[in-house]
């Protein structure tokens, strides 16, 4: 497969305005549920580049308190882990990392570098998803008409082998995803993927105001596919088009209330919906912890979640759950606007994690088990030299 002609980009924006939180902060303002168990949970990360080093993610959880990550590196068609700097993609792989690492305590996080390259991508795709893990995250994709039909055979068989959900980016550049017509990003747009949308949280974060992300840093992406039919889970919903919806979800992607992470060595404040996509992958991982298992459909098939989320949004005539979503309803991304209920931006709105717990634990007809967050065997990192441990006292880190 030929260097694809139009490089795959990750979806990450730095911060240019001054609101930052942690990911944990997102998480509590979105009712995240505490997790059951999550050292026997584990998610894949699709790299098309960058690297990461333990220390540094373990640095960043010892500085803000949270429990450390298990961290294992693959690497597909020969790809090696290769930094590039962190204004590069390195950045990326570490605000991948570091949200899930702050939202799933002592979460198992599988890293998978893969060659940008359509094969490589679809090769790293198809490797996590029949690795065993609970969720994908993928914070990396380019416009719909940057592919080919063949590309998309490729891309679309790897993402229909997937057992699991797979939360993808919906890119940072509004309605035209970066080019000179309207269109959205793939593979956020398939119908096998999880499409994630962005926000902006106006005022504190404990604050209820919250628009579609628009601003100096960036535009969430969304729209209709121009390549694949509406999905019977969008039934309902669309009247007016016969193609894909997305995003499907949303939550907090501006730099201007960006995540605060640690990038090679430094803390910086990032945002995108690449920090949206792990965000709502590990709130996935949470629910099915508590639930003791995934999320399928009626007959035993993968991947069901997507079909429940439409199921209990306000568009569906029946079994509309309230409060499972909030909806956002101001704002546009430059060609669609968002209104109430549905819609191009942020799709079903940003979801409420203990509220979503429960509507799945009464449709599927179980308790939930209660948290529990200790871990048997925790992870341990390597002392640190005396002199890095000393600075780091009188920095006041420890």
């Known amino acids: 497969m030929p260097i694809f002609n139009k490089k795959i980009k990750y979806k990450r924006r730095d911060a240019s305005g001054s609101g930052s939180y942690l990911p944990s902060q997102i998480a509590e303002r979105y009712s995240f549920p505490a997790g059951y168990q999550l050292w026997n949970r584990r998610l894949a990360i699709v790299e098309l580049g960058g690297s990461y080093s333990s220390s540094t993610v373990y640095t960043y959880c010892r500085q803000f308190g949270y429990q450390l990550p298990r961290l294992r590196s693959f690497t597909i068609d020969g790809q090696g882990v290769i930094s590039d700097g962190p204004d590069g993609a390195d950045g990326e792989v570490q605000l991948d990392i570091e949200v899930a690492a702050a939202v799933c305590p002592g979460l198992n996080i599988d890293i998978y570098f893969a060659p940008n390259t359509i094969q490589g991508f679809s090769d790293g795709i198809a490797a996590a998803a029949r690795s065993g893990v609970d969720a994908i995250s993928i914070s990396w994709g380019a416009p719909e008409d940057s ?25 940072d550049n509004g309605a035209t995803d970066g080019t000179d017509i309207i269109q959205v990003d793939y593979p956020a747009s398939s119908q096998y993927s999880i ?152 799709g079903l709105g940003v979801p409420n994690g203990e509220a979503l717990l429960a509507a799945l634990a009464k449709s599927l007809n179980v308790t939930p088990k209660p948290p529990d967050l200790n871990d048997p065997n925790p992870v341990t990192p390597p002392p640190l030299p005396w002199y890095k441990a000393l600075l780091r006292r009188l920095l006041g880190w420890m």
């Open 147 to 171: 592919y080919t039909e063949s590309d998309r055979a490729l891309m679309e068989s790897a993402l229909a082998s997937s057992p699991i959900p797979i939360f993808a980016a919906m890119g």
């Open 195 to 346: 499409g994630v949308g962005g926000t902006y949280i106006v005022g504190p974060i404990g604050s209820n105001g919250e628009i579609v992300w628009n601003d100096s840093a960036g535009v969430t992406g969304g729209g209709f596919s121009a390549s694949t039919g509406r999905p019977s889970y969008q039934e309902g919903y669309i009247s007016n088009n016969n193609y894909r919806s997305c995003p499907d979800l949303a939550a907090n992607a501006s730099p201007n209330s960006g995540y605060v992470v640690n990038v090679d060595g430094t803390n910086r404040v990032i945002g995108g919906t690449s920090a949206a996509a792990p965000l709502l992958a590990c709130l996935y991982i949470l629910i099915i912890s508590r639930l003791d298992g995934a999320i399928k459909n009626a007959d035993g098939s993968a991947p069901g979640f997507i079909e429940a989320l439409y199921h209990f949004g306000a568009g569906w005539s029946v079994g509309a759950v309230p409060g499972v979503f909030t909806d956002i309803t101001e704002g546009s991304n430059g060609f669609y606007a968002a209104q109430t209920g549905f819609d191009q931006c942020t």
